[in-house]
């Protein structure tokens, strides 16, 4: 497993999402993902699956700090007191005292960053999150949570694949030195269809969801594919044996234009133009 380190963090550089994983469905691909290596698991409050990533991670019965856990808060529960109750229920679903990252999973625009910001690094201070950082965030966002946040931001998870142009964003990011989380990596599995990734793949023995996590880690992103198929589960660790030339990262890259996104909810800010 390689790592991204951003402010003290160290990120497994491939990470289990998720997200629809329900019940035992969620507890099976959990265990069995750590069971074949996987060492860092993407969960939210939202999901209604903390429960289930506990009892998994409990069900592989390996060490809990070998395992990098990351969970988050919902745009409805920022103000302090909703943050505070918000994370103590997600504490209590995964059976865990603390999460390796905790992060503010969309902003709310009525709730100032100095009233959100700080329930965040509070969590932090008193030890129920070991990092903190934020998803969804633009470059004005990252700037204005940067000019109050008291604790390292440790990472932005954003969506990522082949079919978007995030580089402006992914620059912010990196300017405050943090680590870029890419949900969406295999663009929820609409990579089929005869494009370079394939062409690309079968150059390298490796499938179009290989190629596109080869290319967000070598854009230096952390992904997070979800899927609860072995299969599947194990071919999205095994992308740290092949390496993307760079006119096969170019080619990839120019897909980009496509500016295909999966992920608007009405909470959604303005996204940056690339
Ligand atoms: N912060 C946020 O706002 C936010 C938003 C969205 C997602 N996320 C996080 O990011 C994670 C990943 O995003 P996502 O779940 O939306 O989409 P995704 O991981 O891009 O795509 C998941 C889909 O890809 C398929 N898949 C997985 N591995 C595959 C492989 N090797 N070959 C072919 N198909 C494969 C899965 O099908 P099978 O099940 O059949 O394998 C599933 O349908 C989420 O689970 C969640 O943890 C965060």
Redesign the pocket.
């Known amino acids: 497993m390689q790592f991204v380190d951003a402010h003290g963090a160290h990120i497994p550089q491939i990470g289990l999402?998720?997200?629809?994983?329900k019940d035992d469905v969620c507890v099976k691909a959990v265990k069995a993902a750590l069971d074949m290596g996987y060492t860092h698991l993407?969960?939210?409050a939202f999901?209604a699956n903390e429960r289930e990533v506990g009892e998994g991670l409990r069900a592989w019965g390996g060490k809990r700090e070998d395992v990098f856990v990351t969970t988050?808060v919902r745009e409805n529960n920022l103000s302090p007191e909703n943050f505070n109750k918000s994370l103590d229920q997600s504490l209590t679903n995964l059976k865990l005292p603390y999460v390796d990252l905790l992060?503010i999973?969309?902003n709310n625009k009525d709730i100032p960053f100095s009233v959100s910001v700080a329930a965040l690094c509070a969590a932090k201070k008193d030890g129920r999150a070991k990092h903190v950082g934020v998803?969804?965030f633009t470059t004005t966002m990252l700037d204005e949570a940067w000019a109050v946040t008291t604790e390292p931001l440790v990472c932005n998870?954003?969506?990522m694949?082949p079919y978007i142009n995030q580089d402006t964003v992914v620059a912010a990011s990196e300017k405050h030195g943090m680590a870029v989380v890419a949900?969406?990596?295999?663009?929820?599995?609409k990579?089929e269809g005869g494009d370079a990734l394939e062409r690309i793949g079968e150059a390298h023995g490796k499938?179009?969801?290989?190629v596109s996590l080869r290319y967000l880690i070598q854009r230096g992103a952390v992904p997070?594919?979800?899927?609860?198929?072995p299969?599947?589960?194990k071919?999205?660790l095994d992308v740290f044996d092949f390496a993307l030339s760079d006119a096969e990262m170019a080619e990839v890259k120019k897909l980009n234009a496509a500016n295909m996104r999966?992920?608007t909810p009405p909470q959604s800010p303005v996204w940056d133009i690339p």
Do not use: F, V
Not at 17 to 21: A, K
Not at 183 to 189: S, T, V
């Open positions: 999402g998720t997200m629809t994983l993407d969960t939210a999901y988050k992060l999973h969309w998803a969804n998870q954003i969506e694949h949900y969406c990596p295999i663009a929820r599995g990579l499938s179009a969801a290989q997070i594919p979800r899927t609860a198929t299969a599947h589960q071919a999205n999966l992920i």
